[in-house]
């Protein structure tokens, strides 16, 4: 059943991705970088707001061994409450950020997101409830409709004109969407009016969750705010478009292999079993994947960039090879945030965001970017040395609350790197081997058409020892048991 429900959300996981991967293809060339970065901006300031809003909510609904109806409608209660605050806040506070970063458009831009926080609440509790049951049907024809919602908005509006508004309204319609589409299954429990009591276990909880998700979520929100403030909008489009190249294919694989991590590690911890082995299987199976597709990112980042997103884009193709480098570091540590939770220590899991924050801003406030475009590659520079300090307090972290030492983690992971040196470089030779002068399509077909089958091929070795070893380890207990007798 799990394996079915894994399946499942990586399947709607990968259509959410391929969805908007298409749909920003459409956009990159209907909006330029300033237009796309200033959308970046304010979708970074509301989703900060949003790492904020959940309160423990969700860890609480996941956790609790029995949940009734008051219960229920006290973690509604709670999320409606917290994201009513939070989008007003937003809301007053847009004329002075538009201030901040000299775009008066922006406070358009974040009051239209603000909307969106307001349609958070239902769907966030359901999406709790569909996690704690391993109901990854429901996720899926959710997010099914939301996604087709934000397609047709985007789109709809970019070819009308609407500029930066284009991908915010549209954000905004695919929330709305999910939460219409998931009330009417929710419980009998949640039938009656959302509690304005019984918040104490909740904010209990949240106490320990609360620090790490909203560092999580200015993580995230932090180089979009640095670089706007630094650079400008411009630039922030060429990030993005260099993070949506890197950055795309391990946050889809990561967020399918932890589907449901947190409530089958909970277990595994309850029934007093280490976290160790589960934790490196999870970054094995995840640096496998991942890591030699950003190898291929690496050696193609050029061509990819003007195949993909045009020549206005040609800027973002240097920032690719540091952020790549930075998701494939990202990659190794995926599991310890559900896994410090598992064990009941979620407020670590926050040591290591604010090492990197630290970090950002003391580059930040240390060195100064190039004007126009030079600085992108910079900046992806200095995420990727915060990502490069924070590396030595994950690995204690791993080892001193999941008993996972280093050596075990880098032999579990060491497969993957081989296979990423062994593909990026049949990658390279395969795109230097394109006639001179090239365009930039063919450039990238011959490097893949090289670089897949070499990965498939390496893949295939790589797993062949261990199915030898499987074979192998009955014949050898039985030879053992003759020698005994």
């Known amino acids: 059943m799990h394996r079915r429900a894994v399946l499942i959300h990586a399947g709607s996981l990968a259509s959410t991705q391929a969805m908007q991967f298409g749909v920003s293809l459409v956009l990159v060339r209907l909006l330029t970088p300033h237009e796309l970065g200033l959308f970046a901006i304010a979708a970074a300031i509301v989703g900060a707001a949003h790492g904020a809003r959940d309160l423990g909510v969700s860890a609480y609904l996941q956790r609790e061994p029995a949940l009734d109806a008051a219960r229920l409608r006290a973690a509604l209660g709670l999320s409606c409450a917290a994201s009513a605050a939070l989008a007003a806040l937003v809301v007053a506070l847009a004329p002075a950020l538009a201030a901040a970063f000299r775009e008066p458009a922006l ?3 974040l009051r239209t997101l603000a909307l969106g926080l307001l349609a958070v609440p239902v769907g966030a ?7 704690r049951a391993g109901d990854a049907g429901q996720l899926a024809r959710a997010t099914a409709w939301g996604n087709a919602g934000q397609a047709a908005t985007a789109v709809a509006l970019a070819l009308a004109g609407a500029g930066a508004a284009a991908p915010a309204w549209a954000q905004v319609v695919n929330m709305a969407a999910c939460s219409l589409v998931v009330w ?4 009998r429990a949640l039938w009656g009016r959302p509690r304005l009591r019984g918040w104490a ?5 949240g106490r320990g969750t609360l620090p790490g998700q909203a560092l999580t979520a200015l993580q995230g929100a932090a180089p979009a705010l640095l670089l706007g403030q630094l650079g400008g909008a411009t630039q922030v489009g060429l990030l993005g478009r260099a993070q949506s190249l890197a950055a795309l294919l391990p946050g889809l694989a990561g967020m399918a292999l932890q589907f449901g991590a947190l409530g089958r590690w909970a277990r ?9 082995p589960a934790v490196a299987a999870a970054a094995r199976r995840l640096t496998g994947l991942t890591w030699p597709l950003l190898a291929i990112a690496v050696a193609l980042a050029e061509p990819l960039v ?3 997103f045009g020549p206005a884009w040609r800027e973002a193709a240097p920032a690719v090879p540091p952020l790549a480098l930075l998701a494939a570091l990202t990659a190794l540590f995926t599991g310890a945030g559900p896994a410090l939770t598992a064990v009941g220590r979620p407020a670590w899991a926050a040591l290591p965001q604010a090492l990197t924050l630290a970090t950002w801003l003391g580059l930040a406030a240390t060195f100064t970017l190039p004007g126009g475009a030079a600085g992108t590659p910079r900046f992806a520079g200095w995420l990727l040395t915060a990502g490069a300090v924070s590396l030595p307090c994950q690995l204690w972290l791993h080892r001193r609350w999941l008993g996972l030492r280093p050596a075990l983690l880098l032999r579990a992971v060491s497969p993957g790197a081989a296979i990423a040196v062994l593909t990026g470089a049949t990658a390279w030779l395969g795109a230097c081997a394109a006639p001179a002068g090239a365009p930039a399509p063919l450039r990238a077909a011959a490097g893949l058409a090289l670089a897949l089958p070499a990965w498939w091929l390496a893949r295939r070795m790589a797993r062949r020892p261990a199915r030898l070893r499987r074979q192998a380890a009955p014949a050898s207990a039985r030879f053992l048991m003759t020698i005994r007798k």
Not at 184 to 187: A, C, S, V
């Open 107 to 109: 406070a358009a831009l």
């Open 125 to 131: 509790v359901m999406t709790a409830l569909a996690l």
């Open 184 to 187: 009417p299954l929710r419980p």
């Open 201 to 205: 276990p909740i904010l209990h909880m």
């Open 268 to 276: 595994r911890h309850h029934r007093g079993r280490a976290l160790g």
């Open 306 to 308: 003007l195949t993909l």
